[in-house]
Protein backbone atom coordinates (compact mmCIF):
# COMPACT_ATOMS: atom_id res chain seq x y z
CA UNK A 1 0.00 0.00 0.00
CA UNK A 2 1.19 3.13 -0.97
CA UNK A 3 0.15 7.09 -0.09
CA UNK A 4 1.24 10.05 -1.54
CA UNK A 5 1.00 13.04 0.61
CA UNK A 6 1.70 17.11 0.26
CA UNK A 7 1.77 18.71 3.16
CA UNK A 8 1.00 21.88 2.92
CA UNK A 9 0.67 24.65 5.13
CA UNK A 10 -2.53 26.08 4.05
CA UNK A 11 -3.84 22.88 1.85
CA UNK A 12 -2.88 19.03 2.54
CA UNK A 13 -3.50 16.72 -0.57
CA UNK A 14 -3.40 12.95 -0.22
CA UNK A 15 -2.77 10.93 -3.67
CA UNK A 16 -3.56 7.14 -3.97
CA UNK A 17 -2.07 5.93 -6.84
CA UNK A 18 -4.50 4.26 -9.47
CA UNK A 19 -7.02 5.75 -7.75
CA UNK A 20 -6.27 9.41 -8.20
CA UNK A 21 -6.36 12.44 -5.30
CA UNK A 22 -8.73 11.18 -2.65
CA UNK A 23 -8.54 13.90 -0.26
CA UNK A 24 -7.93 17.44 -0.12
CA UNK A 25 -8.24 19.16 3.32
CA UNK A 26 -7.14 22.56 5.06
CA UNK A 27 -4.18 21.78 7.00
CA UNK A 28 -5.62 23.08 10.60
CA UNK A 29 -6.59 21.04 13.81
CA UNK A 30 -9.09 22.25 16.53
CA UNK A 31 -7.86 20.55 19.91
CA UNK A 32 -10.15 20.85 23.16
CA UNK A 33 -7.24 22.10 25.55
CA UNK A 34 -9.41 21.01 28.88
CA UNK A 35 -9.61 17.39 27.64
CA UNK A 36 -5.96 17.71 25.37
CA UNK A 37 -7.98 15.66 22.44
CA UNK A 38 -9.07 16.78 18.50
CA UNK A 39 -12.43 18.06 18.30
CA UNK A 40 -11.75 18.37 14.54
CA UNK A 41 -9.05 18.26 11.18
CA UNK A 42 -9.58 20.29 7.88
CA UNK A 43 -12.49 21.28 6.35
CA UNK A 44 -14.52 21.49 9.78
CA UNK A 45 -11.60 23.03 12.27
CA UNK A 46 -11.62 25.62 9.51
CA UNK A 47 -14.73 26.69 9.44
CA UNK A 48 -14.24 27.14 13.32
CA UNK A 49 -11.28 29.50 13.15
CA UNK A 50 -11.61 32.92 14.63
CA UNK A 51 -15.24 31.27 15.69
CA UNK A 52 -14.30 29.45 19.36
CA UNK A 53 -14.69 29.85 22.80
CA UNK A 54 -11.34 29.82 25.01
CA UNK A 55 -11.48 26.08 25.72
CA UNK A 56 -11.25 25.18 21.97
CA UNK A 57 -7.65 26.15 20.19
CA UNK A 58 -7.53 26.06 16.53
CA UNK A 59 -4.02 25.16 15.02
CA UNK A 60 -2.13 25.75 11.72
CA UNK A 61 0.58 23.02 12.69
CA UNK A 62 2.85 23.55 9.47
CA UNK A 63 3.88 27.48 9.11
CA UNK A 64 5.95 28.34 5.72
CA UNK A 65 6.14 24.99 4.62
CA UNK A 66 7.75 23.04 7.64
CA UNK A 67 6.25 21.51 11.08
CA UNK A 68 5.85 24.14 13.77
CA UNK A 69 3.72 22.12 15.86
CA UNK A 70 4.87 18.29 15.80
CA UNK A 71 2.65 16.63 17.89
CA UNK A 72 -0.71 18.06 16.08
CA UNK A 73 1.26 17.49 12.64
CA UNK A 74 1.40 13.79 14.01
CA UNK A 75 -2.27 13.62 14.90
CA UNK A 76 -3.03 15.26 11.68
CA UNK A 77 -1.49 13.33 9.72
CA UNK A 78 -2.78 10.09 11.20
CA UNK A 79 -6.30 11.62 10.71
CA UNK A 80 -5.56 12.12 6.55
CA UNK A 81 -4.14 8.69 6.90
CA UNK A 82 -6.92 6.72 8.36
CA UNK A 83 -9.45 8.59 6.18
CA UNK A 84 -7.59 7.66 2.64
CA UNK A 85 -7.27 4.31 3.81
CA UNK A 86 -9.64 2.85 6.18
CA UNK A 87 -8.93 2.66 9.78
CA UNK A 88 -8.72 -0.92 9.70
CA UNK A 89 -5.85 -2.06 7.03
CA UNK A 90 -3.91 -5.55 7.09
CA UNK A 91 -0.55 -3.64 6.04
CA UNK A 92 1.16 -0.22 7.03
CA UNK A 93 1.22 2.08 4.19
CA UNK A 94 4.60 3.40 2.70
CA UNK A 95 4.18 6.87 2.39
CA UNK A 96 5.69 9.98 0.05
CA UNK A 97 5.47 13.38 1.36
CA UNK A 98 6.68 16.58 -0.73
CA UNK A 99 8.99 19.04 1.64
CA UNK A 100 10.47 22.35 0.44
CA UNK A 101 13.68 22.44 -1.32
CA UNK A 102 15.05 25.19 1.73
CA UNK A 103 14.48 22.24 4.24
CA UNK A 104 16.90 21.87 6.96
CA UNK A 105 17.86 18.53 7.89
CA UNK A 106 15.82 19.22 11.23
CA UNK A 107 13.09 19.78 10.08
CA UNK A 108 13.11 17.23 7.15
CA UNK A 109 13.75 14.32 10.48
CA UNK A 110 10.60 15.63 11.93
CA UNK A 111 8.95 14.85 8.78
CA UNK A 112 9.97 11.17 8.69
CA UNK A 113 9.48 10.67 12.64
CA UNK A 114 5.91 12.07 12.41
CA UNK A 115 4.81 10.22 9.33
CA UNK A 116 6.72 7.16 11.13
CA UNK A 117 4.64 7.54 13.91
CA UNK A 118 1.52 7.90 12.52
CA UNK A 119 1.74 4.76 10.87
CA UNK A 120 3.33 4.40 8.36
CA UNK A 121 5.82 1.35 7.13
CA UNK A 122 8.18 3.75 5.77
CA UNK A 123 8.88 7.11 4.97
CA UNK A 124 10.08 8.63 1.36
CA UNK A 125 10.72 12.65 1.08
CA UNK A 126 10.82 14.50 -2.42
CA UNK A 127 11.49 18.14 -2.67
CA UNK A 128 8.58 20.03 -4.48
CA UNK A 129 10.12 21.55 -6.81
CA UNK A 130 10.62 17.99 -8.61
CA UNK A 131 7.33 16.74 -7.32
CA UNK A 132 5.26 19.51 -8.82
CA UNK A 133 7.24 19.16 -12.41
CA UNK A 134 6.47 15.69 -12.34
CA UNK A 135 2.69 16.37 -11.43
CA UNK A 136 2.24 19.37 -14.25
CA UNK A 137 3.39 16.68 -16.73
CA UNK A 138 7.13 17.82 -17.40
CA UNK A 139 9.61 15.30 -18.41
CA UNK A 140 12.12 15.99 -15.57
CA UNK A 141 14.61 13.17 -16.47
CA UNK A 142 15.24 14.99 -19.81
CA UNK A 143 18.59 16.66 -20.56
CA UNK A 144 16.65 19.82 -21.29
CA UNK A 145 16.21 22.78 -18.80
CA UNK A 146 12.42 23.20 -17.13
CA UNK A 147 11.81 26.05 -14.54
CA UNK A 148 9.14 25.47 -12.09
CA UNK A 149 7.79 28.01 -9.55
CA UNK A 150 6.05 26.79 -7.07
CA UNK A 151 3.83 29.27 -4.46
CA UNK A 152 1.97 27.37 -2.17
CA UNK A 153 0.50 28.90 1.06
CA UNK A 154 3.90 29.03 3.16
CA UNK A 155 6.54 29.24 0.41
CA UNK A 156 7.53 30.09 -2.60
CA UNK A 157 10.38 28.42 -4.74
CA UNK A 158 11.86 28.76 -7.75
CA UNK A 159 13.74 25.82 -9.32
CA UNK A 160 15.65 25.04 -12.58
CA UNK A 161 15.99 20.90 -13.19
CA UNK A 162 17.21 18.98 -15.79
CA UNK A 163 18.33 15.11 -15.92
CA UNK A 164 16.03 14.29 -13.07
CA UNK A 165 17.51 16.41 -10.75
CA UNK A 166 17.67 20.61 -9.52
CA UNK A 167 20.27 22.25 -11.04
CA UNK A 168 19.51 25.53 -8.67
CA UNK A 169 16.73 26.54 -7.22
CA UNK A 170 16.12 29.59 -4.33
CA UNK A 171 13.49 29.15 -1.97
CA UNK A 172 11.46 32.56 0.04
CA UNK A 173 9.03 31.89 3.23
CA UNK A 174 6.86 34.59 1.27
CA UNK A 175 3.71 32.81 -0.11
CA UNK A 176 0.12 32.77 -0.02
CA UNK A 177 -0.44 33.40 3.94
CA UNK A 178 1.94 36.82 3.50
CA UNK A 179 -0.89 37.33 0.72
CA UNK A 180 -3.79 37.03 2.92
CA UNK A 181 -1.34 39.01 5.73
CA UNK A 182 -0.96 42.05 3.50
CA UNK A 183 -4.44 42.34 2.38
CA UNK A 184 -6.27 42.20 6.06
CA UNK A 185 -2.93 44.84 7.14
CA UNK A 186 -3.86 47.04 4.02
CA UNK A 187 -8.06 47.29 4.99
CA UNK A 188 -7.15 47.76 8.28
CA UNK A 189 -4.43 50.91 7.30
CA UNK A 190 -7.05 52.58 4.78
CA UNK A 191 -10.98 51.30 5.99
CA UNK A 192 -10.22 51.25 9.75
CA UNK A 193 -11.52 48.08 9.65
CA UNK A 194 -10.34 44.70 11.33
CA UNK A 195 -11.01 41.67 9.37
CA UNK A 196 -10.35 37.84 9.97
CA UNK A 197 -7.51 35.43 8.49
CA UNK A 198 -10.56 33.78 6.30
CA UNK A 199 -12.03 37.47 4.88
CA UNK A 200 -9.28 38.11 3.79
CA UNK A 201 -8.11 34.86 2.10
CA UNK A 202 -11.90 34.89 0.55
CA UNK A 203 -11.16 38.49 -0.73
CA UNK A 204 -8.17 37.33 -2.48
CA UNK A 205 -9.40 34.30 -4.37
CA UNK A 206 -12.46 36.39 -5.29
CA UNK A 207 -11.23 39.73 -6.13
CA UNK A 208 -7.62 39.42 -5.84
CA UNK A 209 -5.48 40.05 -8.61
CA UNK A 210 -1.77 40.81 -9.99
CA UNK A 211 -2.21 43.46 -12.58
CA UNK A 212 -4.79 46.47 -12.18
CA UNK A 213 -7.95 45.20 -13.84
CA UNK A 214 -9.07 47.51 -16.57
CA UNK A 215 -12.83 46.65 -15.23
CA UNK A 216 -12.89 46.77 -11.85
CA UNK A 217 -14.00 44.23 -9.56
CA UNK A 218 -16.43 44.91 -6.24
CA UNK A 219 -16.79 42.95 -3.06
CA UNK A 220 -18.66 43.57 -0.12
CA UNK A 221 -16.75 42.51 3.28
CA UNK A 222 -17.47 42.92 6.39
CA UNK A 223 -15.31 43.29 9.68
CA UNK A 224 -15.25 45.13 13.03
CA UNK A 225 -14.60 49.14 12.74
CA UNK A 226 -11.66 49.77 14.67
CA UNK A 227 -12.65 53.15 15.93
CA UNK A 228 -15.95 52.49 17.24
CA UNK A 229 -16.12 48.80 17.41
CA UNK A 230 -19.07 48.03 16.11
CA UNK A 231 -19.42 45.12 12.98
CA UNK A 232 -19.29 47.25 9.96
CA UNK A 233 -19.89 46.84 6.04
CA UNK A 234 -17.48 48.75 2.85
CA UNK A 235 -16.94 47.78 -0.14
CA UNK A 236 -13.74 47.50 -1.84
CA UNK A 237 -12.18 47.55 -5.61
CA UNK A 238 -9.90 44.43 -6.85
CA UNK A 239 -7.35 47.50 -7.97
CA UNK A 240 -6.86 48.63 -4.27
CA UNK A 241 -6.14 44.79 -3.59
CA UNK A 242 -3.60 44.87 -6.37
CA UNK A 243 -1.81 47.79 -4.77
CA UNK A 244 -1.74 45.34 -0.94
CA UNK A 245 -0.20 42.65 -2.73
CA UNK A 246 2.50 44.68 -4.89
CA UNK A 247 5.14 43.98 -2.61
CA UNK A 248 4.18 40.36 -1.62
CA UNK A 249 4.53 39.98 -5.46
CA UNK A 250 7.60 41.39 -5.93
CA UNK A 251 9.59 39.33 -3.44
CA UNK A 252 8.56 36.13 -4.99
CA UNK A 253 9.68 37.61 -8.74
CA UNK A 254 13.04 38.83 -6.54
CA UNK A 255 13.31 34.98 -6.18
CA UNK A 256 12.93 33.93 -9.42
CA UNK A 257 14.85 36.42 -11.13
CA UNK A 258 17.55 35.26 -8.44
CA UNK A 259 17.16 31.43 -10.39
CA UNK A 260 17.54 32.99 -13.55
CA UNK A 261 20.61 34.75 -12.94
CA UNK A 262 22.55 31.83 -11.88
CA UNK A 263 21.21 29.39 -14.10
CA UNK A 264 23.71 28.20 -17.24
CA UNK A 265 23.31 29.70 -20.32
CA UNK A 266 22.67 26.21 -22.20
CA UNK A 267 19.47 25.79 -19.90
CA UNK A 268 18.49 29.97 -20.01
CA UNK A 269 17.67 29.12 -23.47
CA UNK A 270 15.18 26.04 -22.87
CA UNK A 271 13.40 28.13 -20.06
CA UNK A 272 13.00 31.16 -22.69
CA UNK A 273 11.84 28.64 -25.64
CA UNK A 274 9.80 27.05 -23.25
CA UNK A 275 8.77 29.41 -20.13
CA UNK A 276 8.67 28.39 -16.65
CA UNK A 277 5.57 26.77 -15.41
CA UNK A 278 3.57 28.18 -12.16
CA UNK A 279 2.06 25.33 -9.73
CA UNK A 280 0.78 25.26 -6.04
CA UNK A 281 -2.34 27.44 -4.90
CA UNK A 282 -0.47 31.17 -4.70
CA UNK A 283 0.22 30.98 -8.24
CA UNK A 284 -3.75 30.83 -8.72
CA UNK A 285 -4.12 34.82 -7.98
CA UNK A 286 -4.97 36.15 -11.35
CA UNK A 287 -3.03 37.66 -13.60
CA UNK A 288 0.18 36.17 -12.57
CA UNK A 289 1.73 34.47 -14.95
CA UNK A 290 1.01 37.73 -17.11
CA UNK A 291 2.81 39.93 -14.70
CA UNK A 292 5.89 37.92 -14.01
CA UNK A 293 6.18 37.39 -17.96
CA UNK A 294 5.98 41.09 -18.25
CA UNK A 295 8.12 41.94 -15.41
CA UNK A 296 11.06 39.09 -16.23
CA UNK A 297 10.41 38.86 -20.19
CA UNK A 298 10.27 34.77 -19.54
CA UNK A 299 6.92 33.15 -20.56
CA UNK A 300 5.09 31.94 -17.97
CA UNK A 301 2.43 29.29 -17.96
CA UNK A 302 0.20 28.26 -15.58
CA UNK A 303 0.15 24.08 -15.05
CA UNK A 304 -3.30 22.06 -14.95
CA UNK A 305 -5.02 21.65 -11.88
CA UNK A 306 -2.03 24.14 -10.22
CA UNK A 307 -3.51 23.16 -6.81
CA UNK A 308 -2.71 19.32 -6.76
CA UNK A 309 0.62 19.05 -9.08
CA UNK A 310 3.05 18.54 -5.94
CA UNK A 311 0.26 15.55 -5.18
CA UNK A 312 0.32 13.73 -8.44
CA UNK A 313 4.03 13.89 -8.34
CA UNK A 314 3.67 11.81 -4.92
CA UNK A 315 1.88 9.50 -6.64
CA UNK A 316 3.82 9.33 -10.19
CA UNK A 317 7.05 8.48 -8.17
CA UNK A 318 5.47 6.19 -5.90
CA UNK A 319 4.33 4.30 -8.73
CA UNK A 320 8.05 4.30 -10.36
CA UNK A 321 10.03 4.21 -7.53
CA UNK A 322 13.18 2.81 -9.56
CA UNK A 323 12.86 5.73 -12.57
CA UNK A 324 13.03 8.71 -9.87
CA UNK A 325 15.46 7.10 -7.34
CA UNK A 326 17.68 9.65 -8.13
CA UNK A 327 15.06 12.42 -7.44
CA UNK A 328 14.47 11.09 -3.80
CA UNK A 329 15.93 12.70 -0.69
CA UNK A 330 16.20 10.28 1.74
CA UNK A 331 14.26 7.06 2.84
CA UNK A 332 13.33 5.87 6.38
Not at 62 to 78: C, E, H, P, S, W
Not at 293 to 319: N, Q
Request: charged share 25%.
Amino acid sequence: MKIGIDLGTCNSVVFLPKKGVVLQEPSVVAVDIAENEILAVGSQAKEMMGRTPDTIKIYRPLRDGVIADFRITQAMLKYFIDKSLGRFRLFKPELMVGIPAGITSTERRAVIEAGMNSGARAVYLAKEPILAAIGAGIPINSYSGNMVVDIGGGTAEAAVISLGGIVNFHSIRIAGDKMDLAISEHIKKKYNLAVGWQTAEEIKKRIGTALPDKEVKKMQIRGRDMILGLPKNIKISSNSICDALSDVLFEIIQVIKVVLRDTPPELSADIMNKGMVLTGGGSLLRNLPELIAKTLGVPAILAEESLLCVAKGTGAMLENLDLYKKSMLAKK
